[in-house]
DNA sequence: ATAAGATTGTTGCATTTGCAACATGTATTT
DNA sequence: AAATACATGTTGCAAATGCAACAATCTTAT
């Protein structure tokens, strides 16, 4: 009489949509980093990516920034003053809630060279769009959307 | 007569679904290194991932387990040291296309420390599952599949 | 048959990243 | 009013990561 008929069975870490999201995301992060190879060498993807947050929120200080950009904010700060090194970026002291803190606005430099970079990207943003009719691109999306909120509620992102 | 009435408009990146995902897919690290913290002091969720894929994949050469989870052969070899350290898997020599390379296969204490892990985790998976409903999650891997093949075709993943 | 190239794995190094500690200034509590 | 807690930004440090170079071994080309 064997013992052992049944394998036992157990839930995969690498069968969950979180995984295949992490792995579908370093596709994309390599991706980008290629291109900017070949694109641009003025600027690094990272900092392009916090360049394109900071031109679509007029005036955030940097904790918000790093909030939306998902860093720390040792990380944020170094990235920006990479950024207004370049002169892509100003930064200026306001205050928020009564607390003083750095504000960072793009500059009409920034502005031109996220132009730039985005008349270059449009063939592959075109290229990606043609993969997804309307409706599986909302669906994608309201999906992204669920998770984060569902996280959210768990994590804390003491940012 | 206005010479500028219309604000020059350009895609935004962080607009893309590539970005939405590297965010989300952020959410998702940062709520498995938690639980780590809480449930797991013997791995690290890196080792983790690595040990699962092994386990569902027998008789891995370093080389191919790199080319699933997307790391460099490096970190790849590294993340092997340890585990094997801590005697979760077995590296062999073996050959394959005639060339000497090292297998790895899980022990019997890998799978007792993935069966452990899986229980821990069971009611956050399941709490997850619960966000979608079949077609949503279909819908949500299909087009994640779709990303990957399209850009599988532009990089170059040298591994 | 010898040289050039390809495959696999390892080592070293520089970059990125996140965390903890600190400095400064504000709000709240006692 | 003094003390404690909170918010913001910076610095230092250690871990993770990727890339280039190397070693060893096998295949292909000349």
Request: charged share 30%; proline share 3%; glycine share 4%.
């Amino acid at each position: 009489m064997p013992t052992e008929i049944f394998e036992k069975k157990f839930m995969h870490y690498i069968d969950t949509p979180s995984y295949d999201m992490e792995l579908t995301s370093k596709y994309c992060k390599t991706l980008l980093v290629q291109l900017f190879d070949k694109i641009c060498c003025e600027i690094s993807p990272e900092e392009f990516i916090v360049l394109d947050t900071i031109s679509c929120n007029k005036g955030l200080c940097q904790r918000d920034l790093a909030k939306l950009i998902l860093k720390d904010r040792a990380n944020t700060g170094r990235i920006l003053d990479s950024l207004e090194k370049k002169g892509f970026i100003v930064r200026y002291n306001d205050t928020k809630n009564n607390r003083l803190v750095r504000k960072v606005d793009i500059t009409q430099n920034g502005l031109g060279m996220l132009e730039k970079l985005a008349l270059r990207f449009q063939p592959y943003h075109e290229q990606m769009c043609k993969l997804f009719n309307e409706e599986d691109l909302l669906i994608l999306k309201a999906s992204l959307k669920k998770i984060r909120d569902a996280i959210s509620k768990i994590v804390e992102l003491q940012i």
